[in-house]
């Protein structure tokens, strides 16, 4: 039987590869091949103007299924500081302005919550999922802290800073098949698949 295509709108390979070895532990992953953005050509700008997860996940999705017409699906993720109000959340990868890389938006986060007791933090992921014309939502969580100064040179983003609930090390020390089984996005992704059918 030939395998349906499920794109996943995004550019980025180090997500695709994640996601890739997810939908291969599961049964419906016999059923589709995966592809991403590259596969098809599109090298534009996918547009994240809502202000929230869900919002920029659903907007992501539509965008690419219209385009494309074919299954899709795309996912936001934001890093949630209980004491900053949910900050920076929608805005974690653009957290420190025009110089967001990693290292900045780190820097940023750390100076805010200078003298501040409450370190605590989740990440988020929410999936939006376009099958058959139909849009379904999936989310993720993963609650922790925020550590005092960055550890570990794994993983991207906020990891060496994120400490996982019950774990002594941050993100950017635990290897990657460990963080993957315990992540926010492995979370989410796998709710997906699990709904994908078999």
């Not at 929608?90 to 290292?103: C, K, L, N, Q, W």
């Amino acid at each position: 039987m030939e395998k349906r295509i499920l794109l996943m709108a995004t550019m980025n390979l180090h997500k695709f590869e994640e996601v890739q070895h997810i939908l291969t532990q599961s049964p419906s992953g016999e059923l589709f091949t995966l592809k991403n953005l590259r596969d098809t050509g599109f090298s534009g700008d996918i547009p994240e103007e809502e202000d929230t997860l869900e919002g920029n996940a659903s907007a992501k999705s539509w965008f690419v299924y219209r385009m494309t017409g074919m299954d899709c699906f795309s996912d936001d993720t934001g890093l949630e500081v209980e004491a900053l109000g949910g900050a920076p959340g929608v805005h974690s990868a653009r957290f420190a302005g025009e110089e967001a890389i990693a290292a900045n938006n780190i820097r940023k986060l750390l100076q805010m919550l200078e003298g501040k007791e409450n370190r605590k933090a989740r990440f988020r992921t929410v999936v939006s999922l376009i099958l058959e014309g139909r849009e379904h939502l999936f989310e993720g969580i993963v609650e922790g802290e925020i550590l005092a100064a960055p550890e570990g040179t794994r993983g991207f983003g906020y990891d060496p800073v994120f400490r996982p609930k019950g774990y002594d090390q941050s993100f950017g020390n635990l290897p990657p098949e460990e963080k993957n089984r315990i992540s926010h996005r492995y979370e989410a992704i796998w709710r997906m698949v699990e709904f994908l059918p078999r």
